[in-house]
């Protein structure tokens, strides 16, 4: 198999000199840029078409006209719109993952695309970032498990995963512009072992460069990053394609292993990569071999995507709105919402007893598919919560919706699309400049927001003003009820793109209202759906909270079964619900930087890294998540075995009354180590089905790089001999098997 591909791609490597020895300049320059929008240029003469790209990660985004952000209009292309990254990764099975990357493939191909820009797969600093919803875990581990098989499953169908957006991408705000500084170790052990993973062992076809700058470089014409690091250390021989503006300075990002340059302006013969590239080239700044290697970078990857060459006839057709990617999209979902409560057990319901049910909250009945930014897709349908209860339970139960609170509503406007907009004061500079005119910068930046502020002030008076009379109705219909569901949260107006939250706080007074409920309503149930933590002032009082991120179409149905004990709920959390922001790290360490620059001081210590290390309880957990059936574990044995790896065994049983599904979860906490050392992490783990009264012996290798921290000095992963306890749990805390393991 092996010296199949070796061969395979030694004839491809033949094709392409072929190709490119045949390419003028003009053409070779031709295909290192969008051509429109989505799509970067081809050689029509030599059969070969540009790359046609889409967004991702949700499902497949809707078409746009090819030099305008306004939408083409078509009633061809509603897709399957799919769960979250957020919501895939407390789902903790990688073969979820796989699934989850094989459809979007397959719809991707289906609407003719080539490549796919997801997963999103940047490290959670910050529960305030806007495109947490897009991402997946703060643990790099978890990140890398899930986004190996996800790139497989996507690329399975001849479409390329354009895995984004590499490195550290970990805030919205002055997102083109902030240099992160970030040390040598914390970049290896945090914010780069999932994309590393995704190119060593998912195959990626290509890449997405960030926005942001690491050390003084943005990430486009980053060398160290591309060359080094993506190159020269991980062997990457595919396409990098630049975040869409991303790409600031002809020399910089030709001289660097950047390959396509993509942006949200319509002229692009402009782009740095077309025309004033190819007058360097010609005033001989900048070498031609510069071009071939893009070019060969490019090719390369048309032909492991079939799109030119002999095995074109091969390439698969994809399909999009099959009843099996929406069966997928339920069983994701399913798995994805987190039980974070539970006393007295009670949930689930017991739809038999209810007659009346009272529902409150906008989320029930809110369409998130079409917002959040570049995520944001025409979905073929979404069930939201209400209808997912209302065809659950049929027409004899009384089901009374109140929306509870107030939302204000934001028109979507299409004569601007933020997307342009969001770069448009970026046209007419030299965006490489080197030197920012802070003082003018501060100075907008108070207007703005001070204009944003009392925006926001102007906005809450109207929110309180009219939830005087939806709170009122609400508690007053809570009373009257065989039961009540409040379903809240955030939506795409807060979690977004292109902007950070401003506080981790419910929007719209719902902590007033849940808390106003709670008192009349004990036995309420709470659920929320968002895509990122949310302080709950109120938990201590709630008996039973569900959370979901955004889970796709299938929601409702998903949410009702939960709900109604049909799906017992296995998910957990895959990022750290803080009791509230003043804990977390950027609380400390600042979320957004002062203009253009943010030391990310805290080095490893972000998610529970930081809690762990500063004794901080948070509200819920990294890995903590509620069954309806309970399990025990027993008989931890450790085994060092070939060379350096461990073998752990030991055995879970469903010791309760349900069918359920545990996440055995093992961490590594090194003994006495003489380097600084987070004081756990995830290094394995496993998603294990069992039914009452059943029990397994669980079986994991944990190899010598789980024990292994980077050196900078040596510049490698160092497992120093010596003792680690060996943690397995049920959560980051809820530590139940303890064991020693010696490495030599
Ligand atoms: C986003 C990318 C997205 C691209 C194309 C950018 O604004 O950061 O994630 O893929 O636009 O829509």
């Known amino acids: ?66 030099d305008r952000w306004i939408p083409a209009g078509n009633n061809d292309d509603n897709v399957s719109y799919l769960p979250s990254n957020s919501a895939l990764a407390s789902t903790w099975n990688p073969y979820r993952a796989y699934e989850m990357g094989h459809v979007l493939g397959a719809e991707a191909r289906g609407r003719g695309k080539d490549v796919i820009l997801a997963p999103g797969i940047n490290i959670k600093r910050s529960p305030l970032c806007g495109r947490n919803f897009e991402y997946m875990s703060e643990d790099p581990k978890l990140t890398a498990t899930l986004a190996v098989p996800f790139v497989k499953g996507v690329q399975e169908n001849d479409v390329a995963a354009c895995v984004k957006h590499f490195a550290a991408n970990v805030q919205e705000t002055d997102r083109l512009m902030v240099d992160e500084e970030i040390d040598v170790r914390t970049l290896y052990e945090i914010y780069l072992p999932a994309f590393k993973a995704a190119v060593q062992e998912g195959n990626a076809y290509s890449i997405m460069g960030a926005y942001n700058k690491i050390n003084g470089y943005h990430c486009c014409e980053n060398k160290n990053l591309l060359d080094l690091v993506l190159r020269n250390e991980w062997g990457f021989d595919g396409t990098v394609i630049s975040d869409w503006g991303g790409v600031h300075k002809t020399k910089e990002a030709a001289e660097c292993s950047l390959d396509i340059e993509m942006s949200v302006f319509p002229d692009f013969d402009e782009y740095k990569l077309a025309n004033p590239l190819k007058e360097a080239i010609k005033k001989g700044e900048i070498s031609e071999e510069a071009v071939n290697a893009k070019v060969r970078n490019i090719l390369r990857m048309m032909f492991r995507l079939k799109m030119i060459g002999k095995q074109k006839e091969e390439r698969k057709a994809g399909s999009y709105n099959t009843p099996e990617h929406r069966e997928m999209a339920l069983r994701t979902a399913e798995e994805s919402m987190i039980l974070l409560k539970n006393d007295n057990r009670t949930l689930p319901l017991n739809a038999g007893k209810i007659k009346k049910l009272v529902v409150i909250g906008q989320n029930a009945a809110k369409i998130h598919s079409d917002g959040g930014g570049s995520a944001e897709i025409k979905a073929l349908y979404e069930i939201c919560p209400l209808m997912g209860l209302k065809t659950y339970l049929g027409g004899n139960t009384e089901i009374q919706y109140l929306k509870g609170y107030y939302v204000p ?336």
């Not at 007053?476 to 401003?502: C, M, P, T, W, Y």
Request: with cysteine.
């Open 1 to 66: 198999m092996k010296a199949d591909a070796k061969k395979n791609g030694k004839k491809i490597e033949k094709e392409i000199e072929k190709l490119l020895g045949k390419m003028t300049l003009d053409e070779k320059v031709s295909m290192l840029h969008g051509a429109s929008l989505f799509q970067s240029g081809g050689v029509e003469r030599l059969g070969i078409p540009g790359v046609m790209t889409s967004d991702g990660p949700m499902g497949v985004r809707a078409e746009f006209m090819r």
């Open 409 to 744: 509503e934001k028109p979507k406007t299409f004569d601007h699309n933020w997307q342009a907009d969001s770069l448009d004061d970026l046209k007419d500079t030299d965006i490489g400049m080197a030197v920012r005119d802070e003082a003018n910068e501060n100075e907008m930046h108070r207007k703005g927001e001070e204009e944003r502020l009392a925006q926001l002030e102007k906005e809450k008076a109207e929110i309180h003003e009219k939830n005087k009379a939806l709170f009122a109705q609400a508690v007053e219909a809570a009373k009257n009820a065989d039961a009540v569901i409040f379903v809240g949260g955030l939506n795409h107006d807060i979690d977004s793109e292109g902007f950070d939250r401003s506080d981790m706080e419910l929007p719209y007074e719902q902590d007033l209202l849940i808390d106003a409920l709670l008192n009349v309503r004990k036995d309420m149930i709470v659920t929320l759906i968002g895509g990122s933590p949310v302080e709950m002032p109120w938990r201590k009082k709630a008996s039973a909270i569900l959370w979901s991120y955004y889970a796709g179409m299938e929601t409702g149905n998903a949410f009702a079964k939960i709900i109604f004990g049909d799906v017992n709920p296995s998910g957990k959390l895959a990022e750290t619900f803080p009791e509230k922001y003043q804990d977390c790290v950027t609380a400390k360490n600042g979320q957004f930087g002062v203009w253009g620059k943010i030391k990310l001081e805290e080095g490893l210590y972000i998610g529970y890294r930081y809690f762990d290390r500063q004794h901080i309880a948070p509200a819920f957990c990294f890995g903590h998540g509620l069954s309806y059936t309970e399990f025990a574990y027993s008989g931890l044995t450790l085994k060092t075995e070939k060379g350096r790896d461990v073998k752990l065994t030991f055995t879970v049983k469903n010791t309760g009354k349900k069918i359920g599904s545990e996440i055995v979860q093992v961490y590594v906490a090194p003994i006495a180590s003489k380097v600084d050392r987070p004081d756990k992490e995830l290094k394995t783990y496993a998603k294990i089905e069992l039914a009452p009264g059943k029990s397994r012996k669980v079986e994991l290798v944990l190899k010598q790089t789980d024990f292994a921290y980077f050196d900078e000095h040596l510049h490698e992963f160092i497992a120093n001999a010596g003792d680690y306890e060996i943690l397995v749990g049920a959560s980051s805390e809820d530590i139940r098997l303890r064991g020693i393991a010696t490495l030599a």
